[in-house]
């Protein structure tokens, strides 16, 4: 039995397709797998995007679902040096199983999938008076960010009342 050429191809781009989204490489942010283009065949692509807790549902052109993200901060004194506990909050989109969460300003004190999610920063003496802390949150198909001024109470220096 002989096979065609254009039949060969298909059975190859198919086995690529069907083996890429278990195999393909993650980042921490999630990446796609890459199609793969046969001559004189349609362009094959994964159907989802492959992350390091699996492949999210293919949304279509529009993401249907949004996610959203809240944050809240709590200060207390260390002497001089005021310290801030953040916790943000994710919800919506394709469930927290996908979210991600980055933050600016604030260390993180949890993995980044974990909802919620906590980061921790400090304010000392000689530094500035106030601080921006921003937390982004993805699904990979639609993100959020929030973000909180915090301002160094503890600092005699800083003359800003609670």
Same mark, same amino acid.
């Given at each position: 039995? =002989?096979? =065609?050429?254009?039949?060969?191809? &298909?059975?190859a781009a198919l086995?690529?397709? #069907?083996?890429?989204?278990? &195999? ?17 065949s349609a362009l &094959?692509?994964?159907?989802?995007l492959a992350t390091? !807790? ?7 052109? #529009? ?23 953040? #916790? ?12 991600? &969460? ?26 500035? $008076?106030? !601080? ?8 990979? $198909? ?5 973000? =909180?001024?915090? +301002?160094? +109470? $503890? ?8």
């Amino acid at each position: 039995m =002989r096979l =065609r050429h254009s039949t060969i191809a &298909f059975l190859a781009a198919l086995a690529v397709v #069907t083996i890429t989204p278990a &195999f393909g490489a993650t980042g921490s942010t999630g990446s796609t797998a890459q199609g793969v283009a046969v001559p004189g065949s349609a362009l &094959f692509a994964p159907a989802g995007l492959a992350t390091a !807790k699996g492949s999210i549902p293919d949304p279509g052109s #529009t993401c249907s679902a949004v996610v959203s993200v809240s944050l809240g901060c709590s200060s207390s004194c260390i002497g001089d040096k005021t310290a801030y506990s953040c #916790t943000a909050t994710g919800s919506g989109g394709y469930g927290a199983q996908w979210y991600v &969460f980055t933050w600016t300003g604030a260390n993180p004190t949890s993995g980044s999938g974990d909802n919620p999610n906590y980061a921790n920063t400090v304010l000392t003496p000689g530094g500035p $008076c106030q !601080k921006q802390v921003q937390v982004s949150l993805t699904d990979g $198909c639609s993100s959020d960010s929030a973000s =909180r001024t915090l +301002y160094d +109470y $503890c600092d005699s220096n800083c003359r800003i009342a609670p």
